[in-house]
């Protein structure tokens, strides 16, 4: 029985490491192939990406009626400006994931699980209009009703649809508009061009609604379960390892994990043994 046990965890472990030089290849090609895309790529500051962007968030804004200033600061805090990895290597700003309907390429990261799907853009004007399907939503139907400069109530309409979990993330967003003046490309609309503009919307909304659960929720990539063996309290860290998807490996929020450890920071390395069992 023992034995049985011992090559089960083995097999396990196996199949975790194969899933993940799986992913690790798989970002690595996506790597090189946006460096080959664009070999000349300087990270950008908030005032450029606000340039370089505020275009195709305007052409979003007249389209569907999402406030371009939102927009933006969404992009500029989601994808810090332009120049996380997965802005840079996906063309996502937004941090769309995969779901069932995705047929193009993925980029894996830690986020609510461990190498979870993101989907790659061949342009990051296509995260953007990707943006505007995202928000097609019954959930945030109410939304389209408001005038497309309207962006305070926008921050905090999306806060209330579950958009983000962070209580500050309205406040968030209104400092970034107003830090950066992005109110500036928001536009007002006629009482007849916005009742067109929510026909178009709404009528677009109620078909995504048969369609939004295969639209919508993520792929699940199901990592293999962590066995847990009681007698060793001791979890050696592993390459890629944080203190977040440990702690969701083993049912623990962050701050047991460095409780339990004595950690005054997020940081683990290599090798390093944490108690895991409460």
């Not at 500051?45 to 275009?55: M, P």
């Not at 995260?127 to 959930?139: G, I, Q, V």
């Not at 389209?144 to 209330?160: C, I, M, P, T, V």
């Not at 920071?265 to 895991?276: C, F």
Request: positive net charge.
């Amino acid at each position: 029985m023992k034995q049985t046990f011992l090559l089960f965890a083995v097999a396990i472990v196996f199949l975790s490491s194969c899933k993940s030089r799986k992913y690790h290849r798989n970002n690595t090609q996506i790597e090189k192939a946006a460096n080959k895309a664009n070999p000349n790529f300087t990270d950008y500051n908030t005032l450029s990406y606000i340039e370089a962007f505020k275009g195709v968030a305007i052409q979003e804004m007249n389209t569907y009626g999402i406030p371009a200033s939102i927009t933006l600061a969404q992009g500029i805090i989601e994808s810090g400006s332009g120049n996380s990895s997965l802005a840079k290597y996906a063309n996502n700003h937004f941090g769309i994931k995969c779901t069932a309907e995705w047929k193009g390429k993925a980029y894996y990261k830690d986020d609510d699980q461990r190498n979870d799907c993101f989907r790659v853009y061949k342009d990051a004007r296509e995260s953007y209009k990707d943006h505007s399907e995202f928000l097609k939503r019954k959930r945030y139907a109410p939304l389209f009703e408001l005038d497309k400069n309207d962006y305070k109530n926008w921050a905090k309409g999306l806060k209330q649809a579950g958009y983000a979990t962070n209580p500050k993330y309205p406040d968030m967003l209104i400092n970034t508009i107003e830090k950066y003046n992005l109110h500036q490309y928001d536009q007002s609309e006629s009482e007849p061009d916005k009742i067109k503009r929510e026909d178009r919307v709404f009528t677009e909304i109620n078909a995504n609604i048969p369609k939004e659960t295969k639209k919508f929720a993520p792929v699940e990539i199901t990592a293999p379960k962590q066995i847990i063996n009681t007698t060793d309290p001791n979890y050696t860290v592993q390459k890629g390892d944080t203190l977040y998807n440990i702690s969701k490996r083993f049912n623990m929020t962050v701050d047991e994990l460095k409780s339990l450890n004595g950690l005054s920071d997020e940081g683990v390395k290599i090798g390093q043994k944490l108690v895991v069992v409460k």
